[in-house]
Structures are given as structure tokens and as C-alpha cells.
């Protein structure tokens, strides 16, 4: 039940530097989209394909977000659990249109899926915070489970063990059946593929899925300049993100999320919202420069939230009397690519941003 007292608005954004899309830019994503559709010929059908009869909700530009102040435990490092189950109810429910939450889900999950969830826990290892949290986590999964897919049918991945500990996720507060990995830059099953012209692998924790549901954090990325939705997939999942971080990692980021093996199976975008790191990402070794937002946000569009949330951080900057990403040296212009390559939406008049209030 949606409760009472709520506050709405809706958003029309302002372009600002982000979307300035340049030449240069717009040359080199030709160039190396050219080069990709020319040895897509060549490769192996990497695509997943949901249950026959089903179409998973999609929404281009679509994003929502719900907020509710004082959302911290009194450490002020992680979310309350009914708060962040609260916010991702009226977030899905928001988004969907529809009256219940576990009928929200099945939007975009059917439950003959095989369905991973791809977590962030990069700076959530050795104390440190900005991770994905628990509290949100585990609520999705267990509406995964209400809407009857197997327990054995979901699992949890990151990166290295210690990200997963980020997390606070592990097999033993998981419902039973329901397992977590980390793939260690491995664990696969697919053949090589070209990306930019580098061979790479993605793991079987992604490939191996028919549906992902991506949860990731709002941060500054000393490479990139923003990172999220998109960059938790890509060098999330594959052998070797180490070789595509050249050029601040555009457009390498936008040509690995445009692979089948990702862009096929990724079904709901969530952004833990709770705390947002607007300097000295990716990892949370300034706390100084982490700050509440107490939000979770609901997209199917990974480019929009990019868009908006790199948009976010640079408002964010300029209050603290920071340089913006692009005058840093640090223009996420991988996001603009993105929407070049036909992934999302990146121009934020276009972005249908709905914020609630509770």
C-alpha cells in the first residue's frame, strides 16, 4: 500500500557540459563501430533469450527515484532494512504501474529465468562503505523467490572475494539454495571474442544467466570520472578490465556493454543511492568526500542512469568547489557513445526522471 503524504516532482534536465557530445568523440565511436559490426560476422552468437511467450518490461529514458531523509543506521555507513526495502517497493511499483511488488518484479523476470545478480562492492572491502548494500539486496531476491524461480536459479557474482565481503553478502544470509561467486578475473565458458581489438572472455556467472538484474553504486572513478551501471557490467564480468581503461576507458566501456553477451541479458538497472561519492572513487578512501542522498533509484535504461548520476556528481562538485569531471580531465564521454551505439538515452532533456519523497 502506497502510503500516504507523498511528495512528487518531475524533472525536465538541463543538457550542461556532460552531453556536449564532440567530434572526436562522435569520429572514434564510428570508427570503432565500424570495426565491431565488420568481426560481429565472425562471432559466436553470444545472445540470451527469455522464456518463450515473454517480453520483459523496457522503458528507454524511463527513471525513478525514491527518497526518504534519515535513511542511515545510527553508523551512518548503511541503510535501515525496512527503509531500503520501503524505497525499492514504491520504486518498482512506481516504475511498473503495478499494485504489487512481486508482480513488479515479474515485469522483467519470468521464473523459468536464470537470473544473476550483479553486485558493486569494489569500495565496500577493509572497512570501507560505498558498497551495494545488504539491506537492499536481499529484498530483491527474495521477491525473485516469491515470484517462483528456483533458488537454484539465482545466484550473486562480483569481481574478487574481497569485493563480495563489501557487500555484506554470502551464502550464509542468503536464502538456502541461493549462491554467491566471485569469478577472480576467470571462470569461463565462452570463446574469445574482440573488443577494440582486444581479446577478452566474459564470466560464466554472466553467460551462463538468460537474466541480470545490475545493482550499483553512485561514485567518482579517478579513470573514468563516473562510474555505475555500465562499467559494473563490463569490467564487472570480463578476464581482463585492466586492458580497457585507456583514453579514460571510452569508448571502451560502451563497446563492451554493447556486446550481446551483456546487453542480452541485463532486465533492471537498481542504483544503491544511500550515500553518493562525488571525489576519490572508486574506492571510499575519502569519507570526507562521501555524503548521505538516501535514495534508490529504477531504471531499464543503463545510459540514462549513467547519464544522470555522472550529471549528479558534477552538481555535486561545483558545490564543493570542485573541478567538473570534463575540466578535471575526466569527461565520462564513454556514456555519450553509449547512446550513439543506440543503448540508452544520454541527453538529459530526454531522460523521464520521476522523484518521490516519502
Given at each position: 500500500m502506497i502510503a500516504r503524504g507523498v511528495m512528487e516532482r518531475s524533472s525536465s534536465l538541463s543538457r550542461r557540459g556532460l552531453l556536449g557530445t564532440t567530434l572526436s568523440v562522435a569520429a572514434l565511436s564510428s570508427s570503432a563501430a565500424a570495426q565491431e559490426k565488420k568481426s560481429e560476422q565472425s562471432r559466436p552468437a553470444l545472445a540470451a533469450s527469455p522464456p518463450e511467450g515473454f517480453?520483459?518490461?523496457?522503458?528507454?529514458?524511463?527513471?525513478?527515484?525514491?527518497?526518504?531523509?534519515?535513511?542511515?543506521?545510527?553508523?551512518?555507513?548503511?541503510?535501515?532494512?525496512?527503509?531500503?526495502?520501503?524505497?525499492?517497493?514504491?520504486?518498482?511499483?512506481?516504475?511498473?504501474?503495478?499494485?504489487?511488488?512481486?508482480k513488479a518484479f515479474g515485469k522483467f523476470i519470468h521464473k523459468e529465468d536464470r537470473v544473476a545478480i550483479k553486485l558493486n562492492g569494489i569500495a565496500g572491502q577493509k572497512g570501507q562503505t560505498m558498497a551495494t548494500n545488504k539491506e537492499l539486496i536481499l529484498p530483491v531476491v527474495d521477491y525473485l523467490l516469491a515470484l517462483g524461480v528456483p533458488a537454484t536459479n539465482i545466484w550473486i557474482y562480483e569481481q574478487y572475494p574481497t569485493f563480495l565481503a563489501g557487500t555484506r553478502v554470502n551464502d550464509k544470509v542468503l536464502p538456502a539454495g541461493v549462491k554467491s561467486y566471485t569469478h577472480n578475473n576467470g571462470t569461463t565458458t565462452m570463446d574469445e571474442i574482440k573488443v577494440e581489438g582486444i581479446g577478452t572472455k566474459f564470466t560464466r556467472y554472466l553467460t551462463e544467466a538468460t537474466a541480470v538484474i545490475n545493482i550499483s553504486t553512485i561514485k567518482d572513478h579517478s579513470i573514468c570520472g563516473y562510474t555505475g551501471m555500465m562499467k559494473n557490467m563490463t569490467h564487472g564480468s570480463c578476464i581482463n578490465p585492466h586492458d580497457f581503461h585507456a583514453h579514460n576507458a571510452s569508448p571502451q566501456i560502451a563497446h563492451l556493454y554493447a556486446q550481446d553477451v551483456i546487453k542480452s541479458r541485463v532486465r533492471l538497472n537498481i542504483s544503491d543511492g544511500f550515500k553518493v561519492m562525488y571525489e576519490g572513487g572508486p574506492l571510499d578512501r575519502r569519507p570526507d568526500c562521501r555524503i548521505p542522498h538516501d535514495a534508490v533509484y529504477v531504471s531499464t535504461d543503463p545510459v540514462a542512469m549513467d547519464a544522470y548520476h555522472a550529471h549528479l556528481i558534477d552538481k555535486i562538485r561545483v558545490e564543493k568547489k570542485l573541478k567538473?569531471?570534463?575540466?578535471?580531465?575526466?569527461d565520462p564521454s564513454y556514456i555519450?557513445?553509449?547512446?550513439?551505439?543506440?543503448?540508452?538515452?544520454?541527453?538529459?532533456?530526454?531522460?523521464?526522471?520521476?522523484e518521490i519523497s516519502l
Open positions: 517480453t520483459p518490461y523496457s522503458a528507454p529514458g524511463k527513471i525513478i527515484k525514491v527518497s526518504k531523509g534519515d535513511s542511515l543506521q545510527d553508523n551512518k555507513l548503511w541503510p535501515k532494512p525496512e527503509v531500503a526495502k520501503l524505497l525499492l517497493d514504491r520504486a518498482m511499483i512506481e516504475f511498473t504501474g503495478e499494485a504489487d511488488v512481486t567538473t569531471l570534463k575540466d578535471a580531465k575526466r555519450r557513445v553509449a547512446a550513439q551505439l543506440g543503448l540508452g538515452i544520454a541527453d538529459l532533456n530526454a531522460i523521464r526522471l520521476r
